[in-house]
């Protein structure tokens, strides 16, 4: 059974920073490119970053380029997202998700990901 386990979230003033994980397990990590998605009340869910299998691309979206940042540690089934410069528009609950097993590339569609985490929530007060 896969499961993706998202911690760090919390209330953050505008312009500071916060760390999220996902811890995985019931698949082998170090195959699966992983992304992160948000979802704002009453908005669809939107990606907003993704990694690679191997960690050796990295893609995002053009609201947090250069804010956020996404990596993985295959030792420890686990992906993280490090938020900067955190707006209040950044308040949403973040899930992590895993795509496919040994794929290329990165996909950025919602549907494009088989497993999904419960999220975390983000709160950035102005």
């Known amino acids: 059974q896969v499961q993706l386990v998202e911690s760090g979230g919390g209330l953050v003033q505008a312009g500071g920073s916060l760390r999220l994980s996902c811890v995985a397990s019931?698949?082998?990590?170090?195959?699966?490119?992983m992304g992160w998605f948000r979802q704002a009340p009453g908005k669809e869910r939107e990606f907003v970053a993704a990694?690679?299998?191997?960690?050796?691309?990295?893609y995002y979206a053009d609201t947090v380029k250069g804010r956020f940042t996404i990596s993985r540690d295959n030792a420890k089934n686990t992906v993280y997202l490090q938020m900067n410069s955190l707006k209040p528009e950044d308040t949403a609950n973040y899930y992590c998700?895993?795509?496919?097993?040994?794929?290329?590339?990165?996909?950025?569609?919602?549907?494009?990901?088989?497993?999904w985490g419960q999220g975390t929530q983000v709160t950035v007060s102005s």
């Open positions: 019931g698949l082998t990590f170090s195959t699966y490119g």
């Open positions: 998700a895993a795509d496919r097993p040994l794929g290329v590339g990165l996909r950025v569609g919602v549907r494009d990901y088989n497993y």
């Open positions: 990694i690679s299998w191997r960690a050796n691309m990295t």
